[in-house]
């Protein structure tokens, strides 16, 4: 298993604005994910983030408005950029073990007024 | 391109009755897991199934992995107000995972 930290755990943001949030994993990890979730609703993919390389986005998703960094093997960011009230959601980040299972972070709720 | 549909969307129990939830995919999967979600909470993995036919158990819950590797099941007997969630299951493929619209529970005591 994995233990992970995410900041902030949540954040009121004005349009136009962007946030970053951190996650943090006790343990080194190779692969970690992004996620947003809208209240009652499924997990939707954002994009990998890979140590050493640029992350990988899903379709809908642009670098532009979501870059990603990855530092090293235990940390990761998101930045949320030009944020509209449509960003509004939950943003979880997860880790993936040797044996595919995913640890999910706490999440951060972000509202865009 | 890849879909994994769950159903029902929701289900309301009194507590003690059972409560199944059903995965379907439109391929098939190299392994299917399903994580429970508490309300205000975050996935928690439960499970992973990899063989064709594999049925797993938890206490009160049971897991099945469908002969075709397309469907998968959660079963919770006797349920309780602890069991209070959202169950989504995860199908496999290529590395990349598919979650499910989920199956929110509710329990009533």
């Known amino acids: 298993s994995a233990v992970i930290s995410q900041k902030p755990s949540r954040d009121i943001c004005q349009r136009g604005t962007s946030l970053t949030i951190q996650c943090q994993v006790d343990?080194?990890?190779?692969?970690m994910f992004w996620y947003r979730q809208q209240p009652g609703q499924s997990l939707t993919l954002i994009a990998t983030?890979?140590?050493?390389?640029?992350?990988?986005?899903e379709s809908g998703f642009v670098i532009d408005k979501f870059p990603i960094s990855r530092p090293n093997l235990t940390f990761s960011t998101l930045t949320v950029s030009n944020m509209s009230p449509e960003d509004s959601s939950i943003y979880l980040c997860s880790v993936e073990t040797a044996d595919y299972e995913q640890y999910f972070g706490p999440g951060t709720r972000l509202t865009v007024t | 391109g890849q879909q994994v549909m769950q159903i029902p969307q929701y289900q309301h129990v009194q507590e003690g009755e059972d409560f199944t939830t059903y995965c379907n995919s439109s391929t098939t999967l190299s392994n299917i897991q399903w994580y429970k979600q508490r309300p205000g909470g975050h996935p928690v993995f439960l499970i992973q199934l990899v063989k064709s036919g594999e049925v797993k158990k938890q206490k009160r819950l049971t897991f099945q992995f469908g002969e075709a590797k397309k469907n998968s099941s959660l079963h919770i007997t006797a349920t309780q107000t602890t069991d209070v969630g959202t169950y989504f299951c995860a199908g496999i493929n290529f590395n990349k995972f598919y979650f499910g619209s989920g199956t929110k529970l509710n329990v009533k005591p």
């Open positions: 343990s080194q990890v190779t692969m």
């Open positions: 983030a890979n140590q050493g390389s640029e992350a990988t986005y």
